[in-house]
C-alpha cells in the first residue's frame, strides 16, 4: 500500500531507505526529535512502489541492501530526472563508492556509527538544496510557460536580442522594419514579465536548451518528475 502524508506541501520529509529495522527506527526518532518528517522503507523497491508526496526534503540511503543497492537506486533517479539530495549512511563504505557517490551528487557519505549533529548537518543542507531546486525548476517552468506564449516572429526577436543585436541589426537580418522590431521587443518584454534587457537576457539563458533551440511551441514541464 502506497505511504500518503497528510502534511503542508512545503513541510520538508526524509526518506529513509535501509534493510535494518533497528537502523530506520534510531533515525526516524532522531529526524522526529528535531521536528522533520520522516518515512522508512526497508529496500529501495519499497521506496519506488511508495506513494508519496510533493515536498521538499532528502534521502537517506544505505549502500549495500538486498536487490538494488543505494548506488543502484541514486542512478535510477538521476536517469530519471529525480534530482532529490542523497546522503548514503553505511558500514561497509570503501573510497571507490565515496567517489562514485559523491561525483553523482549526493550531499555526503556517512559511516556508520555516525554522530547525530553530523547526520542532521547533512540533512539540513539536503533540504536546503531541494528546496533550492525546486525553486529553480518552478521558475523556469514560469518562464517556458512564458515562453510558450510568443509568436514565432517574437521568439526570433528574443533570440537576437539575446545575442546583443541592436534594432537595425534585427530589423536587417529578419527583413522586417525598426519600428516593427521595437513593438515585437515591447510585446516579448510584457509577456516574458521582464522589467530590462538585462532581465530579458537571464530570463532567455535560464531556458533549457531544446526548448531555446527548437522554439518551444507547446509547454514543457520542468518540475520533478515522480519516483516511477
Not at 548506488?71 to 563508492?97: C, E, R, S, V, W
Not at 525553486?135 to 533570440?159: C, F, G, M, N, S
Not at 530579458?200 to 535560464?206: G, Q, S, V
Request: net charge neutral; aromatic share 4%.
Amino acid at each position: 500500500m502506497g505511504i500518503v502524508v497528510d502534511k503542508a506541501a512545503d513541510c520538508p520529509l526524509v526518506l529513509i531507505v535501509d534493510d535494518d529495522d533497528e537502523v530506520r527506527s534510531a533515525l526516524r526518532e532522531l529526524l522526529l526529535s528535531v521536528g522533520i518528517d520522516a518515512c522508512c522503507f526497508g529496500s529501495t523497491q519499497d521506496l519506488l512502489q511508495a506513494e508519496l508526496p510533493e515536498r521538499p526534503g532528502c534521502l537517506i540511503l544505505d549502500v549495500r541492501m538486498p536487490g538494488a543497492s543505494g548506488l543502484d537506486l541514486q542512478q535510477y533517479l538521476a536517469a530519471n530526472g529525480n534530482p532529490k539530495p542523497i546522503i548514503f549512511l553505511t558500514g561497509h563504505g570503501d573510497i571507490a563508492m565515496t567517489v562514485q557517490a559523491m561525483k553523482a551528487g549526493a550531499i555526503d557519505f556517512l559511516t556508520k556509527p555516525v554522530r547525530d549533529q553530523t547526520l542532521l548537518d547533512a540533512v539540513a543542507a539536503g533540504i536546503e538544496r531541494d528546496i533550492a531546486q525546486r525553486q529553480a525548476a518552478r521558475l523556469t517552468k514560469q518562464h517556458i510557460d512564458h515562453y510558450a506564449r510568443l509568436t514565432p516572429r517574437e521568439r526570433e526577436v528574443l533570440r537576437e536580442v539575446a545575442r546583443g543585436r541592436l534594432n537595425k541589426q534585427i530589423a536587417f537580418d529578419l527583413g522586417i522594419s525598426e519600428v516593427t522590431v521595437k513593438l515585437h521587443r515591447g510585446n516579448v518584454t510584457k509577456k516574458m514579465q521582464a522589467t530590462s534587457v538585462g532581465q530579458l537576457i537571464r530570463i532567455w539563458e535560464l531556458l533549457p536548451v531544446e526548448v531555446r533551440e527548437k522554439g518551444a511551441a507547446r509547454t514543457l514541464d520542468s518540475s520533478p518528475r515522480p519516483w516511477a
